[in-house]
């Protein structure tokens, strides 16, 4: 999976380019296309990074609070949280892309012993309280669905890109960014063995607007919709997406996202953000002596 991501994110890169080559002429350097390519060539630029990620996602009818992690990022796809909010303050995961048998390591940093798991990634238990698998984490996933979103909506003539000006956010100037698609929606019928999985699969979209659009099923997790469901399956990740990107490092900072209904349904911060400080083995390691697992 990793790896058809990373050829992903190299296609989606070369495509906004060309989009915005034949526009540029048309539109001059205030072009928000330029500002997308270099986004997109920034995300494949970074080796590793490190942060705290402010996430905020869909939780029964109202967007959730905001939950706040301390990440740590590397390729080949490795990645490490640790939550610094209730519930489950302390929590720890850690994931890398061929290791411990595909699961997730999860110290739950409970009192007095603590409990440590080998977890599904796909699995309800890794799913609850989240949207996005772990293996659908990470500022350059972000960045690649972005420009997906926009290089399949082009496609059809169904997307836009619109300058918004500067704003300074988190003691930054940030380029603010819309992209808007024309939103439309297909079904699907849960076959006797097909899951959601399956169909993020079969029609190309992720797990976290599959679940928006069909909130009102009441499934908290993947695991939840049963064969014989009709899935509502939305052609793209969002409808709207508000993007505030780094002056410096071409990365953004905040996103803020919103299905064909007008509902802000993710928001994420990317604060005290470091690229390529060279993280090494020990920083995905559960011998860190830093951590608890």
Not at 1 to 20: D, G, N, P, W, Y
Not at 105 to 123: A, E, M, Q, R, Y
Not at 215 to 221: L, M, N
Request: hydrophobic share 40%.
């Amino acid at each position: 999976m990793m790896a058809s991501m990373r050829r992903k994110i190299l296609l989606l890169v070369a495509a906004v380019a060309v989009s915005t080559a034949g526009r540029a002429t048309a539109v001059g350097l205030s072009d928000p296309r330029r500002t997308l390519d270099a986004m997109g060539t920034a995300a494949h630029t970074i080796h590793d990074y490190t942060m705290t990620l402010i996430s905020q996602e869909w939780d029964g009818d109202r967007l959730g609070p905001e939950q706040t992690l301390i990440a740590k990022w590397a390729r080949p796809f490795r990645v490490y949280y640790k939550r610094l909010c209730a519930p489950h303050k302390g929590r720890e995961v850690l994931y890398a892309d061929g290791w411990n048998d595909g699961r997730i390591k999860v110290s739950l940093n409970t009192w007095p012993k603590n409990i440590k798991l080998n977890l599904d990634p796909h699995g309800d238990l890794a799913m609850g309280g989240t949207r996005h698998p772990v293996d659908e984490t990470s500022i350059v996933y972000l960045v690649n669905v972005i420009l997906e979103n926009l290089h399949r909506a082009d496609e059809k003539g169904e997307a836009s890109a619109e300058d918004l000006g500067w704003e300074t956010i988190l003691g930054r100037r940030c380029h603010k960014v819309r992209l808007t698609t024309k939103q439309t929606v297909t079904t699907h019928v849960l076959g006797p063995k097909e899951t959601l999985w399956d169909v993020e699969k079969e029609y190309d979209i992720a797990m976290a607007p599959l679940l928006q659009e069909n909130r009102t099923q009441g499934w908290e997790t993947p695991g939840e919709a049963k064969p014989g469901a009709t899935v509502r399956i939305p052609r793209y990740y969002a409808a709207k997406i508000d993007l505030w990107i780094d002056e410096e490092i071409n990365l953004p900072l905040r996103a803020e996202i919103y299905d064909g209904n007008g509902a802000m349904f993710e928001r994420f911060e990317h604060r005290d953000l470091r690229v390529n400080v060279g993280l090494g083995d020990e920083d995905f390691s559960p011998a860190n002596p830093e951590y608890k697992f």
